[in-house]
């Protein structure tokens, strides 16, 4: 596997919703595609294979114990992504298993594929790395995305059962969880180093906002008479600019604008804009966000405008496991020690087991675009260092 890991990425970018780009949220059709073909593989590599009630794909091979390391990371993608974002850490893991060739170790390994990390679909991000800590709990379960369909339901109709999610959550000899992850930014390729050593991630702050006024004519309306929902979002987008630029190290994104009714002889009556709001501190995060909302406030009572916002994911900044940061940190000598700007399965697996992350090198820093990429070189650079990992355990 390891010579085609590159190659195995890239084919099951072409499992999509959206021909002509990457675009596979939680357990849509193509994601059947995605699971074949990692089936084969691990099927071929001495693992038994399993999907659980949240979708998740879950490929175990045993060790001479029942202890178990896990190795995994997300199968979804945001809309028009690259080939590598999640992906590469699930066929990482695969291809490792298969550089055993039947070798048991002290320990078994379990390679897993999450259905769902972006958040894409319903709004909640993490639903299959929820479900292996037992926290997919009845009220993600009832989030609907935009046709309607719950969480619930959309597991059925991929053909499995919501009832038996408590199969899916880990078993509890786990020594620890490795996720093999893009970097997705450019510090590395800015050191000119192929690999990094994870030590934190950022925490984040995920809202929606709803800013309310009066449709009207865009013709017959005096400017002076309109309550115009767009205008006043607008103000507020540059405004979380504006916050986000005066706070080292905060990122704050508008990602989402929605409007309606969306027509360009219609003064905009309603707004759903996102917001998301990342700091490697809480407290900082914590009060950018405060200040975010109450411009929100401040701008919608300036232009005659009602806003209102639901909190869609607060997530605090999680730190890596020390011993087990370390003990990889051993297999990766001279490797940089970064914060991870982006979120990652490991931070709700971090809940019920040690965790830690190793980054490859993005070029050019890009991401959650069809542009994103990898080296070869890097990758096999990752692989043998995720092997001399597997060694270090190996006691
Ligand atoms: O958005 C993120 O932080 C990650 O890519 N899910
Ligand atoms: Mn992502
Ligand atoms: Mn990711």
Redesign the pocket.
């Known amino acids: 596997m390891r010579q085609d890991i590159v190659a195995v990425c890239r084919a099951i970018a072409a499992f999509t919703e959206e021909p002509g780009y990457t675009t596979r949220t939680f357990l849509s059709p193509p994601m059947h595609d995605v699971h074949a073909l990692l089936r084969e593989r691990m099927l071929r590599a001495g693992m038994s294979v399993s999907v659980d009630a949240a979708g998740n794909l879950r490929g175990v091979y045993g060790g001479r114990t029942a202890r178990r390391l896990l190795i995994g990371s997300h199968l979804d993608t945001v809309p028009r992504a690259g080939a590598f ?1 999640g992906i590469l850490g699930v066929v990482m893991g695969v291809a490792l298993v298969e550089s055993l060739r039947g070798r048991r170790l002290s320990y078994g390994i379990e390679v897993i594929g999450f259905s769902e ?2 958040g894409v679909r319903f709004g909640a ?1 993490f639903l299959g790395s929820r479900a292996l800590v037992g926290t997919l709990d009845d009220e993600l379960l009832a989030k609907c995305d935009g046709s309607g369909c719950s969480v619930r339901e959309a597991i059925e109709q991929f053909g499995l059962d919501a009832a038996r999610l408590g199969e899916a959550v880990m078993s509890s000899d786990v020594i620890g969880y490795l996720e093999v992850h893009i970097e ?1 930014g450019p510090v590395l390729e800015s050191l000119d180093c192929p690999l990094g050593v994870v030590e934190a991630i950022a925490g ?1 702050s995920r809202y929606l906002l709803r800013w309310e006024g009066k449709a009207n004519h865009a013709g017959t309306t005096p400017m002076a008479l309109r309550r115009d929902a767009l205008t006043a979002a607008s103000r507020w987008v540059v405004r979380v600019e504006e916050v986000a630029r005066e706070l080292e190290g905060l990122v704050a994104t508008v990602g989402q604008l929605e409007v309606e009714p969306n027509a360009g002889n219609v003064i905009p009556g309603l707004v759903r804009a996102s917001l998301d709001v990342r700091h490697a501190g809480d407290a900082v995060r914590e009060t950018a966000l405060r200040r975010i909302l109450e411009e929100a406030r401040r701008i919608a009572g300036q232009c005659g405008i009602t806003v209102s916002w639901e909190q869609r994911l607060e997530q605090r900044a999680v730190p890596m496991d020390v011993r087990l940061t370390e003990l990889l940190a051993e297999a990766v000598p001279g490797a940089p020690r970064l914060m991870s700007g ?2 990652h399965d490991a931070m709700i697996v971090a809940q019920r087991a040690p965790v830690a992350m190793l980054f490859l090198r993005s070029p050019g820093g890009i991401s ?1 675009h069809p542009d994103e990429a990898v080296q070869e070189e890097d990758v096999e650079a990752a692989y043998q260092a995720c092997r001399r990992f597997l060694e270090v355990l190996d006691v």
Do not use: I
Request: without cysteine.
């Open positions: 974002d990390e972006e991000p997705q984040q982006a979120g959650h």
